[in-house]
């Protein structure tokens, strides 16, 4: 393992235990387990770099370690980035020797709900007066990531009105926090906090159309640990996406995004060593799992500001065209045209997706399960969605037949030859981005030789 990789491995762990550290508390064997992990990888960290400290940066509200981004962790990070703000610092300083029991005392101050510190000086007093000694904070800084110039980046635009666009790594930031948010909150009983859920829903369809290839491009980013999370907001992504070439007006493009975002809220109250469980499931198990539609349902009914399209979705997005699935529904019950685009997004999704226990299909394997389980999806709907997601979906890399490589960008005029922006030379060299262009497969000649599973960091 590189130092890079574990990097990335490290301060995802660190985001995650700040979410166990909110949601179970102090002496929850997850947050102990996790405490002693993060104290034992930084030692190795320290140790392999030959460094004294390892310093973690926070920049307009991304993670940044060595001047760049950390992708995966800021995606998943938005509670360790709040943690930042609210001590007005700039990151932090894991120094040698932090053990699991600083780190446990560092997290606590994520679950706090007390009144933070005016400043850095009087939160650094803070640390120091909770025995802190070898984790602590840095001053802000400047993003040393951005262009020094002020020139905006590729995915800095300006909306029709005027007002910047967040960028998608924060978009994709916001939707990963409200659905991890609401899986903790209902797995609490707390009351779920819709209004984050559609806010943030009216940021994807904002960037929805002009930046879609950066956001697909994170949204194809890994993410091992947290599935079921990256999982809904991938479905989220998809639908909005399908659901725009599909014309669908503004407002049930949001009502399907919200939707989408909770469809699988239920599965908070499935135990986890039976969702993640990387062997065969029995009877039993499948039964359990079945029933996060029911639970989700119910949670949804529980919240005063849920709509019937957030109840529909997260019970009936396992139901299947022909009436099969689950949960079992009366006879009289019909499907939302919405519901059957969200059950053709959730398959998709699980196949393509990786899993611990399984690699990620080729869209063109999923569509071809997808059109042999027969009765299972809304046929005209499903030739809808394959003509919108084509063969080679945008934000995937791919390598040509004249040997260059690039991002899809958008599908094309046949299923097989997608627009694709140019990233690299038929030597393998990169491509500078102001001079990268942009081709249609279905015009040039060229042709996909291959998908590339392994996407080159997002331009972020
Ligand atoms: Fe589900
Ligand atoms: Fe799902």
């Given amino acids: 393992m590189t130092p890079d990789k574990d990097i990335d491995g490290f301060v995802m762990l660190l ?9 179970y508390g102090a002496d929850h064997p997850k947050v102990t387990t996790s405490c002693r992990d993060l104290a034992e990888r930084l030692a190795t960290f320290l140790q392999q770099t030959q460094q004294d400290s390892l310093f973690v940066g926070v920049a307009d509200g991304k993670l940044v370690y060595d001047g760049r981004y950390l992708i995966g962790p800021t995606i998943a990070g938005g509670q360790l980035i709040q943690l930042a703000r609210k001590l007005n ?7 040698r020797h932090a053990g699991a029991d600083e780190f446990g005392r560092f997290l606590a101050l994520a679950a706090e709900r007390r009144d933070m510190p005016a400043d850095l000086a009087e939160a650094r007093e803070l640390l ?18 951005a262009p020094a110039d002020g020139a905006q ?22 939707l990963f926090d409200v659905v991890a948010s609401a899986h903790g909150d209902a797995l609490q009983d707390h009351v779920l906090d819709l209004d984050g859920t559609r806010a943030a829903s009216e940021y994807l369809l904002r960037i929805a159309r002009s930046s879609f290839t950066d956001i697909a491009q994170l949204v194809n980013y890994p993410d091992h640990d947290t599935y079921t999370v990256g999982h ?16 669908l007006p503004p407002d049930r493009l949001l009502a399907l995004s919200s939707a989408a975002l909770l469809h699988d809220v239920g599965k908070s109250k499935i135990p986890e060593e039976i969702l993640y469980k990387p062997s065969r499931l029995d009877r039993k198990e499948i039964e359990i ?40 529904r009366p006879a009289w019950v019909v499907r ?14 699980a196949l393509t997706a990786v899993r611990p226990y399984k690699s990620a299909l080729t869209p063109r394997a999923a569509f071809e399960i997808m059109v042999g389980d027969k009765g299972a999806f809304d046929p005209p709907l499903l030739r809808a969605f394959i003509r919108a997601v084509g063969l080679y979906p945008p934000g995937n890399r791919v390598r040509l037949s004249d040997g260059r490589q690039g991002i899809v960008v958008a599908s094309g005029l046949r299923l097989d030859a997608p627009r694709v922006r140019v990233t690299h030379d038929a030597a393998g060299r990169h491509v500078p981005d102001t001079e990268q262009p942009t081709i249609d497969l279905y015009r040039s000649g060229s042709t996909v030789v291959k998908l590339l599973h392994d996407p080159e960091p997002a331009r972020v």
């Fill in 15 to 23: 985001t995650r235990t700040v979410a166990q550290r909110r949601l």
């Fill in 153 to 174: 980046l590729a995915w800095d635009g300006q909306a029709d009105d005027g007002e910047d666009l967040p960028s998608p790594l924060l978009v994709y930031q916001a």
């Fill in 89 to 95: 610092c700039g990151g932090f300083v894991l120094g």
């Fill in 289 to 328: 799992i079945r029933a996060h539609t029911e639970i989700g349902a119910e949670i949804l009914l529980e919240q005063k500001g849920a709509s019937p399209l957030d109840l529909a979705a997260a019970y009936g997005h396992h139901l299947r065209h022909d009436g099969g699935g689950y949960p079992e």
């Fill in 232 to 247: 809904s907001v991938r479905v989220a992504t998809l639908a909005v996406r399908v659901g725009d070439q599909l014309r």
């Fill in 336 to 349: 939302h045209p919405l519901i059957a685009l969200l059950q053709i997004c959730d398959v998709f999704e």
């Fill in 128 to 145: 120091a007066s909770r025995g802190l000694k070898r984790i602590s904070l840095a001053a802000e800084y400047r993003d040393p990531v």
